[in-house]
């Protein structure tokens, strides 16, 4: 079994930012994706959104547009940790957001953005951004 806890998430204004932790447990993977969803509050009935993803060795880094150039993620010095910084953020990012991780066994180091790809993924946390 994989846990995965995010933290960090809160209230802040446009142009702030904020950044999210994510800490895995339980069973490790030698190889693996990571990454972050989020949901808007309203899409509930929607696929949530992929924002980005890292692959185990942090060669392959992927964003969605709407986040490139505002957003970073990053492994941290734990092997189990990972980051999402988010820097100048605006309305339209509030949203939960999720944590998942895809266990890579052929180290391809493909990043994948569809959430039916991700079996495994955190509680999430949210994120509110005031105009």
């Known amino acids: 079994q994989v846990q995965l806890v995010e933290s960090g998430g809160g209230l802040v204004q446009a142009g702030g930012s904020l950044r999210l932790s994510c800490v895995t447990s339980?069973?490790?993977?030698?190889?693996?994706?990571r990454g972050w969803f989020r949901q808007a509050p309203g899409n509930e009935n929607d696929e949530r959104e992929f924002v980005g993803a890292i692959t185990w060795s942090g060669g392959n880094i992927r964003y969605t547009d709407s986040v490139k150039g505002r957003f970073t993620i990053s492994r941290g010095n734990a092997k189990n940790t990972m980051f999402l910084q988010m820097d100048t953020l605006k309305p339209e990012d509030t949203a939960v957001y999720f944590c998942?991780?895809?266990?890579?066994?052929?180290?391809?180091?493909?990043?994948?953005?569809?959430?039916?790809?991700?079996?495994?993924w955190g509680q999430g946390t949210q994120v509110t951004v005031s105009s």
């Open positions: 339980g069973r490790g993977f030698s190889r693996y994706t």
């Open positions: 998942v991780l895809k266990p890579d066994v052929l180290s391809s180091e493909r990043i994948y953005s569809s959430e039916s790809e991700y079996p495994y």
